[in-house]
């Protein structure tokens, strides 16, 4: 979702300079405005809202991560301290429980990572959604031509991130 907004943005910018370069009486009328995503999904108010909701949601499981992890590392010095002086049998078993425990370690973290990366991205359409209504009502009311995101530099005579907010924690 990120990679897609940057690259609208990026298109959106280079249309736009291009507008500017090929037309100066129309580009010296148009109204520009940028403003940033980054602030928008971390200092709205929704924003935070929702991290404290993945926090609470995630946080039985991560403790659980924690835990397993705790276990694998036991295994994998259990395996190192008594492995040496076990008979091969008892060392293989031990090195199999270590690596078993690593793998399933592995395994869990993967799938917290990735329900975790799914239900932020979830949210952040939603406040996405809601930050592009009040985007579009703002340009219409105020008579922007083009709103423009992820820009290397920009004016802050043009930044609307702060108005953005504000109509987007009300």
Same mark, same amino acid.
């Given at each position: 979702? !990120?990679?897609?907004?940057?690259?609208?943005?990026?298109?959106? =910018?280079?249309?736009? +300079?291009? $507008?500017?370069?090929? /037309?100066? #009486?129309?580009?010296?009328?148009?109204?520009?405005?940028?403003?940033?995503?980054?602030?928008?999904?971390?200092?709205?108010?929704?924003?935070?809202?929702?991290?404290? !909701?993945?926090?609470?949601?995630?946080?039985?499981?991560?403790? =659980?991560?924690?835990? +397993?992890? $705790?276990?694998?590392? /036991?295994? #994998?010095e259990k395996w190192e301290k008594e492995g040496t002086a076990?008979?091969?049998?008892?060392?293989?078993?031990?090195?199999?429980?270590?690596?078993?425990?690593?793998?399933?370690?592995?395994?869990?973290?993967?799938?917290?990572?990735?329900?975790?990366?799914?239900?932020?991205?979830?949210?952040? /359409?939603?406040?996405?959604?809601?930050?592009?209504?009040?985007?579009?009502?703002?340009?219409?009311?105020?008579?922007?031509?083009?709103?423009?995101?992820?820009?290397?530099?920009?004016?802050?005579?043009?930044?609307?991130?702060?108005?953005?907010?504000?109509?987007?924690?009300?």
């Amino acid at each position: 979702m !990120k990679t897609a907004t940057a690259t609208l943005g990026k298109i959106a =910018a280079v249309l736009a +300079l291009g $507008m500017m370069a090929s /037309a100066p #009486a129309l580009a010296q009328s148009s109204r520009i405005a940028w403003l940033s995503a980054e602030r928008i999904y971390n200092e709205s108010k929704l924003a935070k809202l929702a991290d404290g !909701k993945l926090r609470d949601e995630f946080s039985s499981r991560e403790k =659980a991560l924690q835990e +397993l992890a $705790m276990r694998s590392k /036991a295994a #994998a010095e259990k395996w190192e301290k008594e492995g040496t002086a076990k008979p091969e049998p008892e060392r293989s078993k031990l090195q199999r429980e270590a690596y078993e425990a690593d793998l399933n370690f592995q395994r869990r973290q993967r799938e917290f990572r990735e329900d975790l990366n799914q239900r932020t991205n979830e949210e952040r /359409a939603a406040i996405a959604e809601k930050a592009t209504k009040i985007i579009k009502q703002l340009a219409t009311t105020e008579g922007y031509d083009i709103v423009l995101q992820d820009a290397v530099w920009a004016s802050p005579r043009i930044d609307i991130t702060n108005k953005v907010l504000e109509a987007l924690d009300k």
